[in-house]
Structures are given as structure tokens and as C-alpha cells.
């Protein structure tokens, strides 16, 4: 079962607009949460992450915001830029366990 | 930075033939994981220790095997590939349990493993 769903596959923006990447879980005993960016020919690299009593973390042009009731999570990117374009995944942990979503490809335009 | 490294890159291989994927991590981390991901799919735990002599599967049936003999060492092993193995499996690591946010997983760059 997949317990941590990113339902859009891709995502194309202008540069300097705001990128939405979204989230969401069906486990109520994740109790963090992250997000990892990906290049090609690269591994997973760790972005921002956000603990389940927070429902918002920021980092430079990165916040996290979680919405608990909703088991739903989203990062924001502003002002999008051309080296933001990767692959993001999001994913859920607690109890030792974690899981991964198929990651969102963004693409910002020039 | 992390430091953990995967090798080799990329493997083109036979049926049948036995395989090792390395991963080293230089970090001193207990916890190390292996993930088989396809493309456009979810990273699947495939494999995951503890420590030093600690293994466990994880929730994707694999039929690799892994050892944890040295902390910084922990190879998987294919003992028959099949075309089915075909995939990529990134190596991770990080420090022993933690939550808040704390237990951040660090990626090496993986294999892309093609079975013909």
C-alpha cells in the first residue's frame, strides 16, 4: 500500500513564480516529514524537513507546511530558479519506519 | 556533506550471474538502508540495519541478500540475476533512530543495475 502520495507527476513553472509541490499520507503515526530533491545520475539529497507538532518550517526560499487534519503536506519554492528543476520526493517517517512518494518532477522556465 | 558511495554506477549484466552493489559511508552512521526504485515509482525499502551484525528486510520483497559486517560497509548481493532485477538501488544512511526531523537519510548516488 502506498501510504505517502504525490499525485502529480510533474509540475512546470516560470522562473521567479512560486512552485507548490504537494503531499499527502495516510499513516496518523508519521510523526516527521521531509523532502529530498534529486538530480539526475544523483541520489535523494536532503532539503527541509518539518516535525508533526510544527505546521511550518522555513529555509531561505523553502518552507514546509503541514496540515495535520488533512494528512497533508506541501513545499513551497520562492522565487523559483532553473537549478531548482529536479525531482522532488516527499516522505514520511515515525517508528523507525519511513516512506517515500514517487516524487514530482519540476521544471522552472528561464 | 554526506559521504557515502555507491559503486559501481552502472552495471549491464547476463542472467544468472552473481552480483555485489557496494555502499561505504564515512559518517559513522549505525542505521543503513537499501531502496530499489524504478522510474516514476516510490523508493521501496528493500533491505536495512541496525548496526554491526544486524539485518532486516524491508517491506518489498527482494531477493537480495546484505551483510553488516564492518559499520561503514554494507554490500547486497544478488546471487542469480534475473531480467526482473532490473532497476536502480540507492544506498542511504543515518544515525541511529531519532524523529523530529532528526533522522535524516543521506543518498549515495546508486546503481542502475540492467539485466539482460
Known amino acids: 500500500d502506498q501510504q505517502v502520495k504525490q499525485n502529480s507527476p510533474s509540475l512546470s513553472v516560470q522562473e521567479g513564480r512560486i512552485s507548490i509541490l504537494n503531499c499527502d499520507y495516510t499513516?496518523?503515526?508519521?510523526?516527521?516529514f521531509l523532502w529530498y530533491k534529486k538530480y539526475p545520475a544523483e541520489g535523494p539529497t536532503f532539503l527541509i524537513s518539518?516535525?508533526?507538532?510544527?505546521d511550518k518550517n522555513e529555509d531561505g526560499r523553502f518552507t514546509v507546511f503541514l496540515n495535520k487534519s488533512a494528512k497533508h503536506l506541501s513545499l513551497h519554492i520562492v522565487p523559483s530558479q532553473p537549478g531548482d528543476s529536479a525531482v522532488y520526493f516527499c516522505?514520511?517517517?515515525?517508528?523507525?519506519?519511513?516512506?517515500f512518494g514517487a516524487g514530482t518532477r519540476l521544471t522552472v522556465k528561464p | 556533506e554526506a559521504d557515502i558511495y555507491q559503486t559501481p554506477r552502472y552495471l549491464v549484466i547476463g542472467t544468472g550471474k552473481k552480483i555485489t552493489l557496494e555502499c561505504s559511508q564515512t559518517?559513522?552512521?549505525?542505521?543503513m538502508y537499501w531502496y530499489q526504485q524504478d522510474p516514476g515509482m516510490e523508493l521501496h525499502l528493500i533491505h536495512y540495519?541496525?548496526?554491526?551484525?544486524?539485518?532486516e528486510k524491508g517491506d518489498l520483497s527482494s531477493e537480495s541478500t546484505v551483510s553488516r559486517i564492518r559499520t561503514e560497509h554494507f554490500p547486497l548481493t544478488l546471487e542469480s540475476a534475473r531480467p526482473s532485477h532490473t532497476s536502480q538501488y540507492l544506498c542511504?544512511?543515518?544515525?541511529?533512530?531519532?524523529?523530529?526531523?532528526?533522522?535524516?537519510?543521506?543518498f549515495g548516488a546508486g546503481t542502475r543495475l540492467s539485466v539482460l
Open positions: 542511504a544512511s543515518s544515525e541511529f533512530g531519532g524523529t523530529g526531523g532528526k533522522n535524516i537519510q543521506y
Open positions: 499513516n496518523s503515526m508519521f510523526d516527521y
Open positions: 518539518i516535525s508533526s507538532i510544527k
Open positions: 516522505a514520511a517517517g515515525g517508528n523507525n519506519d519511513m516512506r
Open positions: 559518517m559513522g552512521h549505525d542505521k
Open positions: 540495519s541496525y548496526g554491526v551484525n544486524s539485518t
